[in-house]
Protein backbone atom coordinates (compact mmCIF):
# COMPACT_ATOMS: atom_id res chain seq x y z
CA UNK A 1 0.00 0.00 0.00
CA UNK A 2 1.10 3.18 -1.05
CA UNK A 3 0.79 6.51 0.63
CA UNK A 4 1.09 10.17 -0.22
CA UNK A 5 0.51 13.23 2.19
CA UNK A 6 0.95 16.40 1.13
CA UNK A 7 1.61 19.55 3.78
CA UNK A 8 2.68 22.87 2.83
CA UNK A 9 0.19 24.74 0.84
CA UNK A 10 -1.78 28.07 2.09
CA UNK A 11 -2.67 31.73 1.51
CA UNK A 12 0.07 33.98 0.14
CA UNK A 13 -0.11 37.69 -1.61
CA UNK A 14 0.93 37.77 -5.29
CA UNK A 15 4.63 37.60 -5.85
CA UNK A 16 5.06 35.36 -2.61
CA UNK A 17 6.45 31.95 -2.21
CA UNK A 18 5.48 28.81 -0.49
CA UNK A 19 6.92 25.41 -0.25
CA UNK A 20 4.92 21.95 -0.75
CA UNK A 21 6.23 18.76 0.44
CA UNK A 22 5.42 15.04 0.23
CA UNK A 23 6.19 12.51 1.60
CA UNK A 24 5.49 8.89 0.45
CA UNK A 25 5.27 5.74 2.43
CA UNK A 26 4.93 1.87 1.80
CA UNK A 27 5.78 -0.36 -1.44
CA UNK A 28 7.27 2.50 -3.15
CA UNK A 29 10.62 0.40 -4.50
CA UNK A 30 11.12 0.55 -7.83
CA UNK A 31 9.19 3.91 -8.72
CA UNK A 32 9.31 6.16 -12.08
CA UNK A 33 8.61 9.11 -11.18
CA UNK A 34 7.58 11.00 -8.32
CA UNK A 35 6.19 14.76 -8.99
CA UNK A 36 2.90 17.84 -8.76
CA UNK A 37 -0.27 18.32 -10.08
CA UNK A 38 -2.68 20.81 -9.93
CA UNK A 39 -6.53 21.05 -10.66
CA UNK A 40 -8.23 24.66 -10.54
CA UNK A 41 -11.95 25.32 -10.11
CA UNK A 42 -13.45 24.24 -13.12
CA UNK A 43 -10.03 23.13 -14.62
CA UNK A 44 -8.70 19.44 -15.63
CA UNK A 45 -5.66 18.44 -13.42
CA UNK A 46 -2.22 19.29 -15.04
CA UNK A 47 1.33 18.78 -14.62
CA UNK A 48 3.14 21.11 -12.36
CA UNK A 49 6.73 19.35 -12.04
CA UNK A 50 8.11 15.89 -12.01
CA UNK A 51 10.87 14.26 -11.42
CA UNK A 52 11.93 10.77 -12.63
CA UNK A 53 14.27 8.48 -11.19
CA UNK A 54 17.16 9.39 -12.93
CA UNK A 55 17.07 12.86 -11.74
CA UNK A 56 15.73 14.40 -14.19
CA UNK A 57 12.89 17.30 -14.07
CA UNK A 58 9.94 18.50 -16.07
CA UNK A 59 7.91 21.43 -15.53
CA UNK A 60 4.95 23.11 -17.38
CA UNK A 61 5.95 26.29 -19.16
CA UNK A 62 3.72 27.96 -16.71
CA UNK A 63 5.77 27.71 -13.79
CA UNK A 64 9.43 27.59 -15.42
CA UNK A 65 11.90 30.11 -13.79
CA UNK A 66 9.35 30.35 -10.98
CA UNK A 67 8.83 26.65 -9.23
CA UNK A 68 11.73 24.05 -8.46
CA UNK A 69 11.34 20.41 -7.53
CA UNK A 70 13.69 18.55 -5.30
CA UNK A 71 13.61 14.98 -4.19
CA UNK A 72 14.87 13.37 -0.77
CA UNK A 73 15.49 9.90 -1.87
CA UNK A 74 16.30 8.82 1.82
CA UNK A 75 13.17 9.90 3.42
CA UNK A 76 11.25 9.07 0.32
CA UNK A 77 9.63 13.26 -0.11
CA UNK A 78 9.48 15.32 -2.65
CA UNK A 79 9.42 19.37 -2.48
CA UNK A 80 7.99 21.99 -4.61
CA UNK A 81 9.73 25.52 -4.20
CA UNK A 82 7.46 28.18 -5.30
CA UNK A 83 8.46 31.47 -5.84
CA UNK A 84 7.15 35.17 -7.86
CA UNK A 85 3.10 33.07 -7.23
CA UNK A 86 0.79 34.46 -9.18
CA UNK A 87 -3.21 34.39 -8.68
CA UNK A 88 -3.65 31.95 -11.58
CA UNK A 89 -1.31 29.24 -9.40
CA UNK A 90 -4.22 29.30 -6.98
CA UNK A 91 -5.56 25.30 -6.92
CA UNK A 92 -5.50 22.29 -5.32
CA UNK A 93 -1.79 20.55 -6.02
CA UNK A 94 -1.44 16.79 -5.59
CA UNK A 95 1.32 14.75 -5.21
CA UNK A 96 1.94 11.86 -7.75
CA UNK A 97 4.02 8.50 -7.80
CA UNK A 98 4.21 6.94 -10.73
CA UNK A 99 5.08 3.07 -10.27
CA UNK A 100 5.91 0.75 -12.86
CA UNK A 101 3.04 2.92 -14.90
CA UNK A 102 0.46 2.98 -12.04
CA UNK A 103 -0.17 6.02 -10.42
CA UNK A 104 -0.95 7.04 -7.01
CA UNK A 105 -2.31 10.15 -5.40
CA UNK A 106 -2.40 12.53 -2.22
CA UNK A 107 -5.35 13.55 -1.11
CA UNK A 108 -4.19 17.92 -1.95
CA UNK A 109 -3.12 20.90 -0.69
CA UNK A 110 -4.50 24.08 -1.17
CA UNK A 111 -3.03 26.76 -2.33
CA UNK A 112 -4.39 30.37 -3.11
CA UNK A 113 -2.47 33.57 -4.24
CA UNK A 114 -4.52 36.29 -3.37
CA UNK A 115 -4.12 39.71 -5.97
Known amino acids: QVQLVESGGGLVQTGGSLRLSCAAS????????MGWYRQAPGKQRELVATMRNTGMSNYADSVKGRFTISRNNAKNTVDLQMNSLKPEDTAVYYC?????????WGKGTLVTVSS
Open 96 to 104: NLDIFGRAY
Open 26 to 33: GSTFGFNA
